[in-house]
């Protein structure tokens, strides 16, 4: 029964977001462009729900001629491949707020755990174990208010396999406000990820 509701709370939130957020969108892809060349969105193949595949969409933040499909934390030094703007994306997070059109949509939720990529086989094998490739991934959620890139992929999977077992409306609510607190202080942004092999492609 919640899941209907929970499909119902994203599909009027993020078309809200959609509308109050357009101003913020112009500003960001003007800001995009004028930094430097290319697209303004980023596309990337994620997990879904029940392990089923979809394109995230995320604000470009780094160079066109950043080596492709190369996990951030695998570069040589990444900060030489991020943007200007691209590092204030980062670090405010404002890169995932394409991600609301995935929501409305409905290959994300607005909490949920973040999708894996395509080819992060351990940290899906490991959440299989939780059974949180069952529920729908979202664009923040109890793992990201609990270590965000410092998790390690095992640590991680708990986390999301906890909010699995305990979804709801009060869980949901909790994830939402600590993910505003979280993003506010920069609370476990690590440029690439600490956690070994949890580190997300960002471009």
């Known amino acids: 029964m919640y899941m209907r509701v929970k499909r119902l709370i994203d599909i009027v939130l993020s078309a809200i977001g959609l509308i109050i957020l357009s101003p913020i969108f ?3 892809i003007i800001a995009i462009k ?3 060349p290319g697209p303004v969105l980023f596309k990337q193949r994620r997990i879904g729900i029940h392990k089923s595949h979809f394109d995230i969409l995320k604000f ?3 160079r066109i001629d950043t080596p492709k499909d190369t996990p951030t934390h695998l570069l040589e030094n990444p900060d030489q491949w991020i943007t200007r703007v691209g590092k204030f994306l980062r670090k405010t997070s404002l890169d995932e707020l394409p991600q609301i059109i995935n929501i409305f949509k409905g290959e ?3 909490i949920g755990p973040r999708p894996a990529l395509w080819n992060q086989y351990d940290l899906i094998e490991e959440r299989d174990k939780y059974g949180a490739n069952d529920i729908p991934v979202g664009l923040t959620g109890w793992a990201q208010i609990n270590g965000r890139d410092e998790l390690e992929i095992d640590e991680k999977a708990k986390l999301d396999g906890e909010y699995a077992e305990k979804i709801g409306f ?10 505003i607190f979280s993003v506010l202080r920069s609370d476990g942004v690590v440029e690439g990820g600490t956690g070994r092999k949890n580190a997300e492609i960002k471009k």
């Open 34 to 36: 004028v930094d430097s």
């Open 26 to 28: 112009l500003i960001i």
């Open 108 to 110: 994300m939720s607005i």
């Open 170 to 179: 009060l869980m949901d609510v909790r994830c939402f406000f600590g993910t």
């Open 60 to 62: 470009r933040t780094m």
